[in-house]
């Protein structure tokens, strides 16, 4: 069963400190997570200046990337479920001196998105909450005209054999992923919401990033 908002709230807490240092374990296995973040921040395509949202920001790991995207006249803005994971992403300001981030603990299914953005982020993260058809909704209408929406996150391949799909959804165990949420489909929500501009997999169908852009 998939795990409620407040179990994913203490899970969360309780690994904020060392979450950095923990995925550190599954760059030595060969996944490449932070090259994929790159890519998602890229697909945006956001200039300078621009106002960009990061959904479920966790320690903020995709800031670096969208500062250089939106420099320091833009504007970032993170939300995440989680107090302590945001007090690990104030540490990340600090340290690198960013004065355009503004940080926001909510819940996303309640959130209000500011209009006009120019883009919304989602990495390895929207499919922990439940209510993701109706954030990608209201994400999609908070959009400026040809504003972009990136979800990157994991999914359950078509094509692996039920052992690895098992190995993998276990490797994962730690930061809430089960084989229950494989019927959760964002990917399907931004093709309903946003003309759908692109849909890569990764891993042979484990990972997938999926693009959205707001059309007149």
Aim: a positive charge; proline letters at 3%.
């Amino acid at each position: 069963m998939p795990l409620n908002k407040q179990q994913v709230r203490d899970l969360y807490a309780k690994r904020a400190e060392r979450y950095d240092l923990g995925l550190n374990f599954y760059r030595l296995l060969g996944f490449r997570l932070d090259r994929y973040r790159q890519l998602a921040v890229q697909s945006l395509a956001l200039q300078a200046g621009d106002t960009v949202i990061d959904l479920a920001c966790g320690t903020g790991l995709n800031f670096k990337y969208l500062q250089r995207a939106v420099g320091e006249q833009g504007r970032i803005i993170g939300v995440d479920l989680t107090e302590a994971m945001l007090d690990q992403a104030r540490q990340r300001l600090t340290v690198n001196g960013w004065h355009n981030v503004h940080l926001i603990q909510a819940d996303l299914a309640e959130y209000s998105f500011p209009a006009g953005v120019a883009g919304i982020l989602s990495s390895y993260a929207i499919t922990l909450v439940p209510e993701f058809d109706g954030v990608i909704q209201r994400g999609a209408r908070a959009l400026q005209h040809g504003g972009r929406m990136a979800i990157l996150d994991f999914k359950k391949p078509d094509h692996w054999p039920e052992w690895l799909i098992r190995l993998g959804a276990w490797l994962y165990k730690p930061y809430g992923v089960s084989l229950d949420l494989a019927v959760r489909h964002p990917w399907e929500s931004v093709d309903r919401y946003l003309h759908q501009i692109v849909f890569r997999e990764f891993y042979f169908g484990g990972l997938y990033l999926s693009v959205g852009e707001r059309r007149a």
